[in-house]
């Protein structure tokens, strides 16, 4: 017997995909597995179905757009490895093993809500855009917002994240994440800036239960790079922001010290970059 509608599919564009999606509202939507898989070998998750964008070749890749690097949300972890953006790259390099880079996208980094995810830190310090595609159109929302709450993001119902835009800047840019282990690790903490025009702007990865980044402790890193602030000012600004979890891996009080360390190493670097430090 033929099934109206399989519980597996293989759309080959956005717009099978879509439709895929709208066919199987409760379906499970998979690129590299490498977020999926692991949550159902574990059943922290459970499947009505699937719809894979393995096929779907429009959501892999990277064009120019109006000075934007605009990255289909298929695109592998291992191409941004080589992306122009130095904190993508940085992000994008100490995300696991060569064969999860390989398999994992940018898209599934960003739907996974988790707060410790690599790419997060950095797109929400870059000021990064998404693309959120439906059978009405296209709409375009800030990634600052985007995720609400660990594992859940504001993504409607029938919608797919079918693009991430990083503008482009000529300033510095770096990520750095801290972890029980010096190989392969999720991070413990995590850290990404970029400083341009004079000023420098920071986003935390599991400082939060979600990405987060405060115009405070920016105004403090900015007058640090400057030097009109001293490294002590900024971890207490950094302190004070952050609200991280306490679990088996660290305690709040770890990470929140830790949190502060990254900032400073961080500014310190960009001022290096610039000339203004040594």
Do not use: C
Request: charged share 20%.
């Amino acid at each position: 017997m033929l099934l109206a509608a399989p519980r597996f599919a293989l759309p080959e564009t956005v717009a099978e995909a879509l439709t895929a999606l709208a066919e199987r509202p409760e379906a499970v939507v998979v690129a590299g597995g490498t977020e999926v898989m692991p949550d159902l070998l574990w059943r922290n998750r459970s499947a009505a179905g699937f719809v894979s964008l393995r096929r779907v070749r429009a959501l892999r890749g990277s064009t120019d757009a109006a000075g934007d690097l605009v990255m289909g949300a298929g695109t592998p972890v291992a191409a941004l490895t080589s992306a122009p953006d130095a904190g993508l790259r940085a992000a994008a390099s100490s995300l696991g093993t060569p064969l999860v880079r390989t398999e994992a996208t940018i898209g599934g980094n960003v739907v996974s809500a988790l707060p410790y995810r690599n790419l997060l830190p950095t797109l929400l310090a870059s000021g990064a855009t998404l693309e959120l595609s439906s059978a009405t159109g296209v709409r375009t929302v800030p990634f600052d917002g985007f995720i609400t709450a660990p594992g859940r993001t504001r993504l409607a119902e029938g919608e797919l994240l079918t693009a991430v835009r990083l503008p482009r800047h000529a300033g510095f840019a770096d990520y750095t994440k801290v972890g029980r282990r010096n190989a392969q690790f999720v991070a413990t903490v995590s850290a990404a800036i970029v400083s341009r025009h004079g000023g420098a702007r920071l986003a935390f990865g599991n400082a939060g239960p979600t990405p987060l980044r405060s115009d405070a402790v920016d105004a403090v890193a900015t007058a640090l790079l400057d030097g009109q602030a001293e490294a002590g000012d900024l971890r207490a600004a950094v302190a004070g922001a952050v609200d991280p979890p306490e679990d088996a891996v660290a305690s709040a009080d770890y990470r929140r010290h830790a949190l502060g360390v990254l900032a400073v190493r961080l500014v310190t670097r960009a001022a290096v970059d610039a000339g203004m430090g040594s």
